[in-house]
């Protein structure tokens, strides 16, 4: 437990939509409403997820791998042979874009965990996990940025919109999109540290700084997470991947871990529900993420949008037919939905929690 | 007799002119200083330990008492205390007693840390305005939970959780027995526990009467005497904790004189009037883990498994020994650093054996979170907090609270003269004298503990506030929240803290 790191800290604007009957949207309507936000961003970096993005590969990992220099790939293509059955190896597709001079070499397998190497009672998911932290913590140069099924992240130093040309996220198509841009105070870019930040089929994007951090990042690595990102977004990714999959705790549940309700509120509360959130808030005490935030996080499933417990970041959700939106500023869902059916400003530590049909 | 070579510490003095003869120094004075010589008061300053009562009872501000300038001559190798303790054992060939918590200018980890501030990038808290959350429950968690959402759309916990004690804040008082300190000195802290929700500790010496009102506060001590402990006792609190040692003398017993014994206190500890109560170095039933965990599943089958806290003083080797604690059962494990107070205890063992608290917080905290074992108990630290700044560090090093005693007898009156052992303190704190006992008002002192209590809860509150952080989880084991000034790569290292500047 290295105690040494370097926090990486930043604002940002966020925005991301859901189609509930699953209906296959292009990327452009998530880049027109993130760029709208540019001035939420520094230029230091940007991305997006996307889930539905691959149905003739659905049943495998799709691993977004960068690599610092090419001969790192080797490295880890032999760690990926002896433990995966690899389906497809191909470079992604990236557009040379004036402003963005250097990138990473960027490349995504299709890949399945072989099944001699699930010994014992290790899940197919823990492994995949298992495999990302060893990966991401002892390959230096070498980085999985994105790891579920069907789904995947596309994210590097640049502005909204140089990001979505150099991968050209208007060909994707998905049903659920998550979007980010950046505004780091402290650190050179590496593409690595934009958001979305994946694990398995979990995606996150975040504005705001975790002030709780340094306790959450010591609760993680009890249970075996290993922080490489050293940012705020990477805990929140790894909590919900404890909370949910792990724990087995209900997505509504872990929101109430992650954003606790203020133990008057829960003093208020009639026995049974008293005594389960006094219960959740003394196991998850350093699970609850302190701080301002604003949080979108996918999964194959749904959408969830979250604040911190007294909403010191924007978020704001409105819906049109089958699609919710939710992004740091209204302005930036009516540029892709002029006239929503409602709008409104979920309240401090209140989830937005929508599911597929 | 041979004259004592060792000169007074401190010349007691009175202005023969401002003073008129109203003897209140002498009636005060719990060592005898003043005596009434016919025309004026007489003082005998050998006797003088400057616990400053007489100055504080002087209505004319007659009294003054200050450090004896004739020392023993500088050097710097040599220092007083070593002389005067030689001089001592030269004419006694005694152990030399002490009390308080050790004095010794060892570095004050405390004093090199310092806590994080918001700025921009996240915003501050205003304290007067937002909730801010201290409450802090101490007890085992699972590691995870099982709640279910009903039929009725309502929230049910399906895990049966272990026992938790609710406390306001996370400062605690530490144990100290009736017969180490005075009864009233004793419902001083009940009360206050009481009044601000929190707890007191009984320490070895029983559970007297007049405390059961407040019994939903206390800890009850099991320590190697095993004083006034029965089924009633142990089931009396709201916890119980094994005492296996104590930061000011870790490895080495306790002994109460005879003189300390009155009748009230020989009741409380279910021994004879005016035998001397002796606790021995170890608990005779405790020569191991495997023996400590018995004696945690004895007590819990005895209490119908109240929590179980045990009691270490930090030792060299103070991590491990704290995971076979947590390992062995215990709800809490409690730290008590080097610097913790006494009521006595030999100055050499004091002021040599053990290590700091904030060490010993760190390697425990480390430790158990290495061995994935950290929600199985909460983790308490005591020996030498000093206010509630001490108090956020600690925390934000991994304590779940800290326990004060030291500071909690300052309200009452205690200058840390460190005289305990004497039976003398004339404040009334820890003297069984009926005469000195009298003066501590427990409802007047009270106040005055609750007062201190309150004015922590609210700088706590203003030190998350600028953290930028409303409940106290979140600072508990954020060790990110705090740098250190001029410590070594080492001591950070252990620390686990960054250097300022970082």
Known sequence: MDHNYQKDISGCGLTGLISKKKRRLSGAEIVKSLCLMNDRGNGLGAGYAAYGIYPDFKDFYAFHIMFDEPSVRWTVEEYLKANYHIEKIEEIPTFPVKAISISPLLVRYFVKPLKERLVGEVQEADFVVNSVMKVNSEIEGAYIFSSGKNMGAFKGVGNPCDIAEFFRIEDYEGYIWTAHTRFPTNTPGWWGGAHPFTLLDWSIVHNGEISSYGINKRYLEMYGYKLTLLTDTEV???????LIRR?????????LALAAPFWKKIDDRDKDEREALTALRQTYGSA?????????????????????????????????????????EESAIRAICPNPDTVWAPRAGEPVIVDLD | MFKNLAPPEYLATIDQVKCIRCKRCIQNCGWGVYSWGGDKVLINTSKCVKCLRCYHYCPEEAIQIVDNP???????????????????????????LTGMGSDLPY??????????????????????????????????KPSSVDVEKGKDGKLKLKTKMPPQIKIDLPVI?????????SLNAQKVLAMAAKECGILMNTGEGGLHEDLLPYKDNIIVQVASGRFGVNPDYLNAGVAVEIKIGQGAKPGIGGHLPGEKIPLEVARARMIPVGTDALSPAPQHDIYSIEDLR????????????????VKIAAVHNVAAIASGIVRAGADIVYLDGFRGGTGAAPSIIRDHLGIPIEYAIAAVDDRLRQEGIRNEASIVAAGGIRSSADAAKAIALGADSVAIATAALITMG??????????????????????????LDPEVYAERLINLIHAWEHELKEILGALGINAIESLRGNRERLRGVGLDAQTLDILGVKPAGR
């Open chain 1, 236 to 242: 929140a990714a790894y909590m919900l991947d404890l």
């Open chain 1, 247 to 255: 724990h087995g705790l209900s997505i509504p549940t872990a929101c």
């Open chain 1, 288 to 328: 609850l993420l302190n701080g301002p935030f604003s949080i979108l996080f996918g999964h194959s499933k749904g959408l969830v949008g979250i604040n911190d417990r007294i909403k010191l970041r924007p978020l704001v959700a409105a819906i049109k037919d089958d699609i919710t939106y939710m992004a740091s």
């Open chain 2, 70 to 96: 004739t020392r023993f001559k500088q050097n710097a190798y040599w220092g007083y205390n070593n002389i005067r303790n030689i001089k001592r054992q030269a004419e006694t060939g005694g152990i030399p």
């Open chain 2, 107 to 140: 570095t004050i980890l405390f004093d090199n840390l310092l806590i994080d501030a918001c700025q921009v990038t996240n915003p501050s808290i205003d304290p007067l305005r937002e909730p801010m959350e201290l409450r802090t429950y101490l007890g085992k």
């Open chain 2, 173 to 181: 008082f530490s144990p100290m027995s009736y017969g180490s300190i």
């Open chain 2, 294 to 309: 018995q004696l945690i599943y004895a007590i819990k089958e005895a209490t119908n498994y109240k929590p179980v806290s």
């Open chain 2, 414 to 439: 205690c200058t840390t003269c460190g005289k305990c052992y004497t039976g003398n303190c004339s404040w009334g704190i820890t003297t069984q004298r009926p005469e000195l006992t009298a003066r």
